[in-house]
């Protein structure tokens, strides 16, 4: 096939779903490299380079947008221009996502084809996140309203009409208690942690990035178990706070803050009064037989990354299904989460991408933790002997990326002494009316009644009508 025949036949056929904002995830390859490696492929590049560069500049594009988006400049092939160029569609997959892509990330392409780029929220399937790993569940939502949200989940919202029955609470919070013990059991089994069943069960479960701000969690728990220990907090409801996330194997930051996370576990493991009421542990060789358990037994799903740096996430959209109410910043598919489930049902705070952009140029996180005494206290402990990171100084490293920051990037930013206290005063809200079992249990109710959007038979079927353009086989 000739190249211009080949070209215009590959522009119908691929489409582009951009997963990340993340610039380590629009990759970037040395012409060299490419050169070496694969000198026809390059050749094509080239080539795909040039007819891109020709028909811009026929549909008047400028010369300096079409430098600034060609796929080879600065000596490098830019994989998304590539991407974006030789697709009929490009999507996002959540609703402010794909709204960042357009404005920011790939705005001077949005311009160019303003019909090109459209969402497509992720989904979960509901028959393993929901059916198979809580039978008990799936089984009490079947004798309420049958079973055809098996495979129409948009099914789950006639259990609004069951958020205030006694009775259906009572199932609730029982299936709850046994998916606790079940988890529990689980955990001893594996990790040979002992975990109370009685308490209130927090999980933060996804890859290890500081974007998601695992750190952030851990800093805050940290102050609080520092308040219950002080007498400063003496009513805190019962809880633990479960960790699970690999780091990718070079990420040396990532893996000190696992071992962080251990450590304060380690700290509050051997105050004997604290321990009663708060406990942390971070879970070994997380993965899907693990997330199975945790995602039916978790009542509190952490979802906390800097507004505008995640995607969509999908732990959200399964903890959400299976009744735990979002403790999260106004990111990813957490905007759609609360918008359906209601902004009561859930625990919102943090700064906006509004927020972050209007205080970009002159934030400053050494004045916060110098004014902070509860951001001094817990950043101090990094520098101050009171955790080992076995002589590695990956804990000092992690010090001064939150105050100093270095020539290759700004001290903190991903803005967790920014979201610091805002993220303390609503965990301490949500704790307060975790109390009452029963009551609470009506708000993660009301997330699994407001979660049939979520399920990937959604999301495909809306690939296939709007950027696939086939037909359901019947």
């Given at each position: 096939?000739?190249?211009?025949?080949?070209?215009?036949?590959?522009k119908k056929?691929?489409?582009?779903?951009?997963h990340?904002?993340?610039?380590?995830?629009?990759?970037?390859?040395?012409?060299?490299?490419?050169?070496?490696?694969?000198?026809?492929?390059?050749?094509?590049?080239?080539d795909?380079d040039?007819a891109?560069?020709k028909?811009l500049?026929?549909r008047?594009?400028d010369?300096?947008?079409?430098?600034?988006?060609?796929?080879?400049?600065?000596?490098?092939?830019?994989?998304?221009?590539?991407?974006?160029?030789v697709?009929?569609a490009?999507?996002?997959?959540a609703?402010?996502?794909?709204?960042?892509?357009k404005?920011?990330v790939?705005?001077?392409?949005?311009?160019i084809y303003?019909?090109?780029?459209r969402?497509?929220?992720?989904?979960?399937?509901q028959?393993r996140?929901?059916r198979?790993?809580?039978?008990?569940?799936?089984?009490?939502?079947?004798?309420?309203?049958?079973d055809?949200w098996?495979?129409?989940?948009?099914?789950?919202?006639?259990?609004?009409?069951?958020?205030?029955?006694?009775?259906?609470?009572?199932?609730?919070v029982?299936i709850k208690?046994?998916?606790h013990?079940?988890?529990?059991?689980?955990?001893?089994?594996?990790?040979?942690?002992?975990i109370?069943?009685?308490?209130v069960?927090?999980?933060?479960?996804?890859?290890?990035?500081e974007?998601?701000r695992?750190?952030l969690n851990?800093?805050?728990?940290?102050?609080?178990?520092?308040d219950?220990?002080?007498?400063?907090?003496?009513?805190?409801?019962?809880t633990t706070?479960?960790?699970?996330?690999?780091?990718?194997?070079?990420?040396?930051?990532?893996?000190?803050?696992?071992?962080?996370?251990?450590?304060?576990?380690?700290l509050?493991?051997?105050?004997?009064?604290?321990?009663s009421?708060?406990?942390?542990a971070?879970?070994s060789?997380y993965?899907v037989?693990?997330?199975?358990?945790?995602?039916?037994?978790?009542?509190?799903?952490?979802?906390?990354?800097?507004?505008?740096?995640?995607?969509?996430?999908t732990?959200?959209?399964?903890?959400?299904?299976?009744?735990?109410v979002?403790?999260?910043?106004?990111?990813?598919?957490?905007?759609?989460i609360?918008?359906?489930?209601?902004?009561?049902?859930?625990?919102?705070?943090?700064?906006t991408?509004?927020?972050?952009?209007d205080i970009?140029?002159?934030?400053n996180?050494?004045k916060?933790?110098?004014?902070?005494?509860?951001?001094?206290a817990?950043?101090?402990?990094?520098?101050?002997?009171?955790?080992?990171?076995?002589?590695?100084?990956?804990?000092?490293?992690?010090?001064d990326?939150?105050?100093?920051g270095?020539?290759?990037?700004k001290?903190?930013?991903?803005?967790?002494?920014l979201?610091?206290?805002?993220?303390?005063?609503?965990?301490?809200?949500?704790?307060?009316?975790?109390a009452?079992?029963?009551?609470f249990?009506?708000k993660g109710?009301a997330?699994?009644a407001?979660?049939?959007?979520f399920s990937?038979?959604?999301t495909?079927?809306?690939y296939?009508?709007?950027?696939?353009?086939?037909?359901?086989v019947?």
């Amino acid at each position: 096939v000739d190249f211009d025949t080949a070209l215009k036949t590959a522009k119908k056929i691929f489409n582009y779903t951009n997963h990340t904002v993340m610039q380590e995830a629009l990759e970037k390859w040395d012409i060299e490299l490419i050169e070496e490696i694969l000198p026809d492929i390059m050749v094509i590049i080239k080539d795909i380079d040039f007819a891109m560069k020709k028909e811009l500049e026929a549909r008047g594009i400028d010369k300096t947008t079409i430098n600034k988006i060609a796929i080879i400049r600065d000596k490098k092939v830019h994989m998304a221009d590539l991407a974006v160029y030789v697709s009929a569609a490009v999507n996002g997959v959540a609703a402010i996502h794909t709204e960042i892509i357009k404005n920011e990330v790939l705005a001077d392409w949005h311009k160019i084809y303003p019909e090109k780029i459209r969402n497509k929220t992720n989904g979960v399937t509901q028959r393993r996140w929901l059916r198979l790993c809580n039978g008990e569940l799936a089984q009490l939502i079947t004798g309420l309203i049958g079973d055809k949200w098996v495979t129409d989940t948009r099914e789950l919202a006639k259990l609004k009409a069951f958020e205030k029955d006694s009775a259906v609470m009572d199932s609730f919070v029982k299936i709850k208690q046994e998916k606790h013990k079940q988890l529990a059991e689980f955990i001893y089994e594996h990790d040979k942690i002992d975990i109370n069943p009685d308490m209130v069960f927090d999980v933060q479960i996804k890859r290890l990035h500081e974007y998601k701000r695992q750190l952030l969690n851990a800093l805050v728990l940290l102050a609080i178990y520092f308040d219950i220990r002080d007498g400063k907090i003496t009513d805190f409801t019962p809880t633990t706070f479960l960790f699970a996330s690999k780091a990718a194997p070079g990420y040396r930051r990532a893996k000190g803050i696992i071992k962080l996370i251990n450590e304060i576990a380690e700290l509050i493991e051997k105050d004997k009064a604290a321990s009663s009421v708060i406990k942390v542990a971070f879970l070994s060789n997380y993965n899907v037989t693990y997330a199975e358990k945790l995602v039916s037994a978790a009542d509190v799903s952490v979802q906390i990354s800097t507004a505008g740096t995640e995607a969509s996430g999908t732990g959200n959209m399964k903890m959400m299904m299976n009744g735990a109410v979002t403790l999260g910043t106004l990111d990813g598919a957490n905007i759609e989460i609360v918008n359906e489930a209601g902004k009561e049902n859930n625990y919102i705070f943090g700064a906006t991408v509004e927020d972050i952009n209007d205080i970009e140029a002159s934030y400053n996180p050494k004045k916060l933790y110098s004014e902070n005494p509860k951001i001094k206290a817990v950043l101090d402990t990094l520098i101050d002997g009171t955790f080992d990171d076995g002589g590695t100084g990956v804990f000092k490293e992690i010090y001064d990326s939150l105050i100093v920051g270095s020539k290759f990037e700004k001290a903190d930013k991903y803005y967790l002494l920014l979201d610091f206290m805002p993220l303390y005063e609503e965990r301490l809200r949500l704790n307060k009316e975790s109390a009452n079992r029963k009551e609470f249990a009506k708000k993660g109710f009301a997330n699994i009644a407001g979660s049939g959007k979520f399920s990937s038979d959604r999301t495909i079927a809306e690939y296939a009508s709007d950027i696939w353009h086939i037909s359901e086989v019947k």
